[in-house]
């Protein structure tokens, strides 16, 4: 029997619950199999339609990328920064030009979210064996119970090996999307809801071990959040939010290295850029960002092109440390990076792209996807999170898919 395109399409967006299991080096794949089929059905469509602003307000900061190439001096390097960029256009002209005239149902959405979750959840698997057959480090600091040791053997991995940030991203977006099938499965499947909450489980104990200060906090503002703004007892959320602070303290008190991690968040040496410690990452963070908004006084309109921000912070940390000068940090926020890249242009334009999705979300009473741009946008804060492939694609991919949804329910 012939496949439907409109199935093909489906399938495609659906392969994408696939990236937490995908190999490194094939996470290619997907874009290729969602670019294909995207290409066919707008080919067999009849009456070809486009939805032109949604596509230029989720595309326009790849356009400011591109003129930021002309006053660029280190075009090597700018041509590097433009491959996860490229997928700042990819997703808007899949959704809103080659299906534009493509009905997308719920149910899709929540089908690729589950496959996320589970192929998250068999990620894990793969880790934890790599982890209990991996060789023990001759370094003695290296200990199997070390948070330095869960995270660098997980950046160690043959084949999957990840940044325990990315994975920590990856983990905080299927607990939301557990938390929204837990809800359901209660009611109707017990066997079912008690599986969700082994996974749940996993999740939360992975996340802590990965201990990403950024993202379990994002988390947790997110889940509050959205836990308020869908609850109609704002008494019940408040006691809900408090035990959950209460449970996430407990469990970061019992894990020592994740306590220390946490506690220098308290410190008011973390705030102060003297004597920096290379073990205080907070502190570390503090510095970058404060070389970055020196460096933002100095080129504020048009910044100093997409090349050039890596050599920009370097002459920065120069006058701070040797320990920002060694490891040459990128500048660990998303809006500071762009606002580095193509100046006050392209920070208004990615502020523009996340209040325009943020309206439609909110709109259509779509607390998923209300989660998710809050989640991001918290996060890029402390990470940059769109200049590497495996952020880019998750972030532009989930932000379309939702985007064009809502935007078509609105149309």
């Known amino acids: 029997m012939k496949l439907k395109i409109e199935n093909l399409v489906n399938y495609s967006i659906i392969s994408f619950g696939l990236l937490p299991i995908m190999p490194n080096n094939l996470t290619g794949v997907l874009i290729v199999i969602i670019s294909l089929t995207s290409f066919i059905y707008f080919l067999k469509t009849p009456t070809k339609k486009i939805l032109l602003k949604p596509f230029l307000i989720n595309s326009v900061l790849f356009f400011a990328l591109i003129i930021s190439l002309f006053y660029s001096s280190d075009l090597s390097n700018a041509f590097r920064k433009l491959g996860p960029a490229i997928l700042i256009i990819i997703f808007p002209l899949i959704f809103y030009i080659l299906l534009a005239k493509y009905n997308i149902k719920k149910k899709v959405i929540y089908i690729t979210l589950n496959l996320f979750s589970i192929s998250t959840i068999l990620f894990l698997l793969l880790y934890y064996i790599f982890l209990f057959f991996a060789p023990h480090p001759d370094n003695p600091a290296l200990d199997y119970f070390s948070i330095f040791s869960f995270r660098k053997s997980l950046i160690d991995m043959p084949i999957w090996g990840k940044h325990p940030i990315y994975l920590s991203i990856f983990i905080a977006i299927s607990i939301i999307n557990v938390l929204r099938i837990g809800k359901i499965s209660f009611k109707k499947n017990k066997l079912f809801f008690y599986t969700v909450l082994i996974f749940q489980s996993i999740f939360i104990i992975t996340l802590l071990l990965m201990s990403s200060k950024a993202v379990i906090l994002s988390l947790l503002v997110t889940s509050i959040i959205i836990l308020y703004i869908h609850s ?51 502190q570390i963070h503090v510095a970058i960002w404060q070389t970055a908004i020196e460096k933002i006084k100095e080129a504020p309109v048009f910044g100093y092109g997409i090349g ?104």
Do not use: C
């Not at 008011?268 to 004597?275: G, Q, R, V, W």
């Not at 002459?315 to 000068?325: A, H, T």
């Not at 523009?352 to 607390?367: H, Q, T, W």
């Open 232 to 282: 109609k007892n704002k008494s019940q959320t408040f006691f809900i939010s408090i035990l959950i602070f209460t449970f996430l303290y407990i469990s970061i008190l019992f894990i020592p290295q994740v306590n220390a991690r946490f506690k220098e968040l308290f410190l008011l040496k973390t705030y102060s850029l003297e004597n920096l410690d290379y073990r205080n990452s907070s």
């Open 308 to 411: 050039d921000v890596k050599s920009v912070l370097h002459e920065g940390y120069k006058d701070k440390s040797p320990i920002l000068l060694k490891k040459n940090y990128n500048a660990h926020n998303q809006y500071l990076s762009i606002w580095l890249g193509v100046g006050i242009i392209g920070f208004l334009l990615l502020f523009y792209f996340l209040i325009f999705n943020y309206k439609i979300a909110i709109k259509n009473k779509d607390y998923m996807f209300i989660a998710i741009l809050i989640f991001f946008s918290l996060n890029f804060l402390t990470e940059n999170i769109i200049e590497r492939q495996t952020g880019a694609m998750l972030f532009f991919f989930l932000i379309n898919l939702f985007g064009f949804y809502n935007y078509k329910r609105i149309e």
